[in-house]
Nanobody, 127 residues
Framework: QARPVESGGGSVQTGGSLRVSCDVAEYSKSDYCMGWFFQPVGKERESVATIYIRDGTTSYVDSAQGRFTISQDSAKNMLYLQLNSLRPEDSAMYYC????????????????????WGQGTQVTVSS
């Protein structure tokens, strides 16, 4: 079974920026909802943002709104999450995930809707 493949994590100081990437070649030609999620050490995985591949509709959790941007590059079959104004509490494994969704309104931030997960990429923000 195909899985998303994340890349681009790393270390940055407070206030810095990073962009994490996800190879979505397996999901670019069908009706898929892609999402980014994060999981700090010792805590549960949480939603960050979603995008409906067909029309680019996006959704964000409140804490990500204005600081993080989810986007896609259809030509490269890549999904991105731009992380700006990073804080130490943003330190976590960031996961890309996919779910089939026939309509954009079905592309929600519910973690349990997603059934294909990548291995994650680590983002560390130092103070």
């Amino acid at each position: 079974q195909a899985r998303p493949v994340e890349s681009g994590g790393g270390s940055v100081q407070t206030g810095g920026s990073l962009r994490v990437s996800c190879d979505v070649a397996e999901y670019s030609k069908s009706d898929y909802c892609m999402g980014w999620f994060f999981q700090p050490v010792g805590k549960e995985r949480e939603s960050v943002a979603t995008i409906y591949i067909r029309d680019g509709t996006t959704s964000y959790v409140d804490s990500a709104q204005g600081r993080f941007t989810i986007s896609q590059d259809s030509a490269k079959n890549m999904l991105y999450l731009q992380l700006n104004s990073l804080r130490p509490e943003d330190s976590a494994m960031y996961y890309c995930a996919a779910q089939r969704a026939s309509y954009s309104w079905k592309c929600q931030l519910r973690l349990t809707d997603f059934d294909s997960w990548g291995q994650g990429t680590q983002v560390t923000v130092s103070s």
